[in-house]
Each structure stands twice: as C-alpha cells, then as structure tokens.
C-alpha cells in the first residue's frame, strides 16, 4: 500500500457541486498538506496542517476547506466547485524538520475536472 | 511574489549530455533546498537536497551546488538519461514552522 493514499484519483463534477478529496497516510508524519498543480503555474500551497487541532491556510485557499479528521486523515472540500478549480490536487506529508530524509511525501494526485 | 524562480520552463537534453537545470531564491532566510521529481500521473519524490552550510552535495548522477551569494542553486545530472525525462520542481525552506516553497518546475525532456 502506498504510503500517501488519495482518493479519488480522477473525478468529473459539475460546476456548483459539493466535492470532498481525501488523503490517508501511514507515514505517521504530523504534518499534512494539500497543493494544486496548475500547468506553468507549479505546487501551489492550499492549506496545512502541523496536528490535529491545527489548521492553516495557504496561498490560495479561497473556494477550499479543510478537515483534519485524524492524524492520518486531511480531507479537502471544495464547497461549490468552479470550473478554475480545475487542476491537480495533491496531498503530502512531512515529519518536523526532516529535510535530510526527503521533506515531503506526496500522493498521487487527483486529477479533477469542474464543467 | 515568487520566492523560488525556475526561469525556464522546458529543458531539452541529448542522453549522455548533462543537464543543468536552475532555480534562483529571494529570500535570505531560507536554510534547506531540495530538488522534486514527478512524472506523469504520479506524485513528486524526493531526489535530492542541500543544506544552506554546504555549497555541493552529490548523490550518484545528481548534484545540486547551491551559491548563497547568488541566491542561486542549480541540479546538474550526468550523464541524462531518457528515464530522467520528468519535471523537476526546487523547494526551499525557511525553518521553524513554514512549508516549502517551490518555484514553478521545469520540465526536462532527454532525448534518445
């Protein structure tokens, strides 16, 4: 099993629509993350999380919330989609200050696709 | 404002060659560098990193020199392979309780 597990991996939804993307870990990192690939844009941050009862927002969280339902699970939710929120969602994980091991491990990615 | 800058988006390279690929930073702060890799469909993984005390770390057919200076940092491979075809992302870190921050990516296509 992967380490970083998202779900779903590809999702078409209508414009207006209530989505949730969700991410699990077995990593047991405290800290979570959630980024949007956009193409010439890069990883764009959206929210993170350092615990359970932390929760802040990055970059471009406008249009998103979050969910830190465990230490393994960070939910993302986008309330009413827009079709700009089109893009590549991944979550990633990183232990505090572990740069040497590799910072961040990434899932997957979900592909989502608002018309 | 963008902390990390990778100025080129693309980047073509004959197999055998080395390829340079460059990312320039903003900020003085930042403390830890590190180079992502992500291929089609997949998520980035981790290929190398460089703490801002040292100016060279090698691992195999990657080095990453970091110039403080400059504010510059630059992922040499040699020789390239096709399998290296990928984008490959920077990311810094400024310490205490902050994300990385990573510059746009640069896709590197290796040619056969």
């Known amino acids: 099993d992967a380490d970083v597990t998202q779900t779903p991996r590809n999702r078409i939804t209508k414009t207006g629509k209530r989505i949730m993307l969700e991410c699990s870990q077995t990593?047991?990192?405290?800290?979570m993350y959630w980024y949007r690939q956009d193409p010439g844009l890069g990883l764009r941050l959206i929210y993170y999380?350092?615990?359970?009862?932390?929760?802040n927002k990055g970059e471009i969280s406008d249009g998103y919330s979050v969910s830190r339902q465990a230490q393994a699970k960070f939910s993302l939710s986008l309330e009413s989609a827009i079709p700009n929120q089109t893009a590549l969602y991944f979550c990633?994980?990183?232990?505090?200050?572990?740069?040497?091991?590799?910072?961040?491990?990434f899932g997957s990615g979900t592909r989502l696709t608002v018309v | 404002d963008q902390q990390v800058k990778q100025n080129s988006p693309s980047l073509s390279v004959q197999e055998g060659r080395i390829s340079i690929l460059n990312c320039d930073y903003t900020?003085?702060?930042?403390?830890?560098f590190l180079w992502y890799k992500k291929y089609p469909a997949e998520g980035p993984t981790f290929l190398i990193s460089?703490?801002?005390?040292?100016d060279k770390n090698e691992d195999g057919r990657f080095t990453v020199f970091l110039n403080k200076s400059a504010k510059h940092l630059s992922l040499h491979i040699v020789p390239s392979q096709p399998g290296d075809s990928a984008v490959y992302f920077c990311?810094?870190?400024?310490?205490?309780?902050?994300?990385?921050?990573f510059g746009k990516g640069t896709r590197l296509s290796v040619i056969a």
């Open positions: 900020n003085s702060m930042f403390d830890y």
């Open positions: 999380s350092f615990d359970v009862k932390d929760i």
């Open positions: 460089i703490s801002s005390i040292k």
């Open positions: 990593k047991g990192h405290d800290r």
């Open positions: 990311a810094a870190d400024v310490g205490g309780n902050t994300p990385l921050v």
């Open positions: 990633a994980t990183s232990d505090s200050g572990q740069w040497a091991s590799g910072g961040y491990t």
